[in-house]
């Protein structure tokens, strides 16, 4: 009943930039939180960072410092913006969604599509 869109990965040199987005559409949407994971090859998927409805913000150690979280609630868009890129950031960084209908108490959650990230040493 979601479905997200991510946008802005790419190739970047090491000590790069590079924004993430993240949309969700729906009708009747209310999210809870939103989140970032990653996942390199051969390793397992990982939490980036977090954001709730209220705007509360967890970061991997790995990237605290250098990845900031935000959101704009009126859009349901969640970014990521990524500074200082090394190559152990190379993943596929997957846009995650925890949100409810209005109206119902019941849970739902949804996964983007993916976006690569390389970064280039």
């Known amino acids: 009943q979601v479905q997200l869109v991510e946008s802005g990965g790419g190739l970047v040199q090491a000590g790069g930039s590079l924004r993430l987005s993240c949309a969700a559409s729906?009708?009747?949407?209310?999210?809870?939180?939103m989140r970032w994971y990653r996942q390199a090859p051969g390793k397992q998927r990982e939490l980036v960072a977090g954001i709730t409805s209220g705007g509360t913000t967890n970061y991997a150690d790995s990237v605290k410092g250098r990845f900031t979280i935000s959101s704009d609630n009126a859009k349901n868009t969640v970014y990521l913006q990524m500074n200082s890129l090394n190559a152990e950031d190379t993943a596929v960084y997957y846009c995650y969604v925890d949100y409810g209908l209005r109206g119902s108490l019941v849970p739902y959650d949804s996964w983007g599509q993916g976006t690569q990230v390389t970064v280039s040493s």
């Open positions: 729906g009708s009747r949407v209310s999210i809870n939180a």
